[in-house]
């Protein structure tokens, strides 16, 4: 290294390194060379390189862990714009594998790539400039209402919730419902009120990757629903719950994330039996019910007639658009009451703004009649898709068209690898989509040949061409 001025090398030395850990170079988590190899490489002495690694740990910059080497534990502002590149997602992956990262953060990455990878089958949203023209602005949805500069209630609003149990059939009244902030809030909520370490929890494998993240975070044991493969068997299920006794059993049974996989109504009655005998929460996690294609779905929250042992939630944002963040819980009066407390303590409520705004569309019959639109603009753009995908299935990829909801849940011959196919592959041809490995339960590798492809936020021009661009490049690979 030249060195700038008369400062003492090993402060340069810092500076330089510190300035590639702030510039997102080296990511939070990851692993520094040994002050030896430093040395080495910089041709300093063990004694400069070693002031260089205790400048940048007092500067707060990398944590040095003794028989592990240093680590950064920096995290520069967000740029998306600037720090989402193919090495970054990689390296995010690996941190994932490595145990060291939330798998989340690496969702969120992939559907934040718009600006290099015009082509996002990553991102399960709606298309925004579709559903833009369908609903009403903020603006004149909420004319004529004023903020009322107070803190109202901590349930939420008292008007929005019965409008909610009369929309959406809830077997109860207004104190059964709790608006949240959408269903990740949902999900933190339920766990920090009814979980503890080394408690037991029963989750569909594959399933929402969020979920996985909040209950690991607690150090819940997580045991495995092959529902998706196997299907509900209600004795297997039976001789799990006498075993393993869960405090809960989370699903997302209405076109499940990833999947697309819907509980039987039948199924549903034998979970809800089974739910009173062994004392457990089916805790549903609902965004797509009414994304139905082929047949109704009844969720749980309003199939079941006390809501003693069902804990609904339902979100709002994926129509009204994620920047509202409003949800709903529905639940016994019981539960209602002591999650009060602790949205009490985390955030004071949800957000008027967002509450009116829901209250107000469906008040006027607006979402019903926006949600039957969607539906219909999904049904041709899942009949396009399937249509494009079909090739694929003479080299031995399976996938079935869904019945719902807004993804294709696709299994490659497995010896392929889905994450391999991104970062090598599809990510330089502006194509991104969420590997199956990102949905496994305990594992990273049991769904690593497995993908999920949206079909609902990229345009019609664009989910056409990015679709037979993916076909193409997967094409290819499979004919090599």
């Known amino acids: 290294m030249k060195y700038k001025d008369s400062r003492p090398q090993y402060i340069q030395l810092a500076e330089k390194l510190s300035d590639r850990i702030k510039s997102g170079e080296f990511i939070k988590g990851a692993k520094l060379p040994s002050v030896r190899n430093f040395a080495l490489a910089e041709g ?17 910059l990398v944590e040095r862990v003794h028989g592990s080497g240093s680590f950064v534990i920096y995290d520069p502002p967000f740029d998306m714009e600037k720090r989402v590149t193919e090495k970054y997602v990689t390296d995010q992956f690996n941190l994932i594998k490595s145990s060291k990262q939330n798998r989340s953060l690496l969702v969120t990455l992939l559907k934040n790539t718009t600006h290099i990878c015009p082509y996002n089958f990553s991102y399960a949203l709606l298309n925004p400039d579709y559903v833009n023209k369908l609903l009403p602005s903020v603006s004149s949805a909420l004319s004529g209402w004023e903020c ?39 999900i933190n909520l339920i766990a920090q009120l ?41 004795v297997e299920f039976e001789q799990k719950l006498i ?12 076109f499940s994330n990833p999947t697309g996989y819907a509980l039987s109504i039948n199924e549903r009655k034998e979970l809800l039996n089974l739910s009173k005998k062994y004392n457990f929460y089916i805790v549903e996690d609902d965004h797509w019910s009414e994304f139905a294609y082929d047949h109704e779905i009844v969720p749980f929250y309003s199939l079941e007639t006390t809501l003693e042992n069902v804990i609904g939630l339902r979100g709002f944002s994926k129509v009204i658009g994620p920047d ?20 009490t303590l985390q955030s004071l409520g949800v957000s008027d703004f967002s509450q009116e705004y829901l209250f107000k569309i469906l008040r006027n019959g607006c979402y019903q009649n926006v949600i039957k639109r969607i539906v219909d603009d999904l049904n041709q753009r899942r009949i396009i898709a399937n249509k494009i ?10 996938f079935d068209i869904p019945d719902g909801g807004i993804n294709f849940w696709i299994e490659l011959p497995e010896s392929y690898n889905s994450e391999e196919l991104l970062f090598k592959t599809m990510f330089k041809e ?20 497995c993908l999920r492809l949206n079909f609902s936020y990229l345009s019609h021009s664009s989910l056409k061409v990015g679709l037979k661009k993916f076909v193409r490049l997967l094409i290819n690979e499979l004919s090599d």
């Open 44 to 60: 300093i002495s063990h004694i400069t390189a070693n002031k260089v690694f205790v400048r940048l740990s007092d500067q707060g």
């Open 148 to 186: 009322k500069r107070e803190y109202g209630d901590m349930k939420g609003s008292l008007h929005l919730r019965e409008e909610l149990v009369k929309c959406f059939s809830i077997k109860g009244n207004t104190e059964n419902v709790l608006i949240t902030h959408g269903n990740q809030h949902g």
């Open 194 to 234: 009814l979980l503890n370490s080394g408690d037991y929890v029963f989750i569909e494998n594959p399933t929402y990757t969020g979920a996985v993240d909040t209950f690991s975070n607690l150090n819940i044991n997580l045991i495995n629903l092959d529902i998706f493969k196997l299907g509900f068997d209600g």
């Open 243 to 254: 075993k393993h006794k869960p405090k809960l059993v989370f699903l997302t049974p209405n």
């Open 324 to 343: 509202a963040r409003v949800g709903a819980m529905f639940a016994s009066k019981q539960i209602i009451d002591e999650v009060e407390k602790i949205v």
């Open 389 to 398: 995908l079909l090739p694929l299935k003479k080299y031995g990829v399976k």
């Open 430 to 449: 502006g194509i991104t989509f969420l590997p199956g490995s990102l949905s496994g339960v305990n594992s990273l590798s049991e769904y690593a040949h």
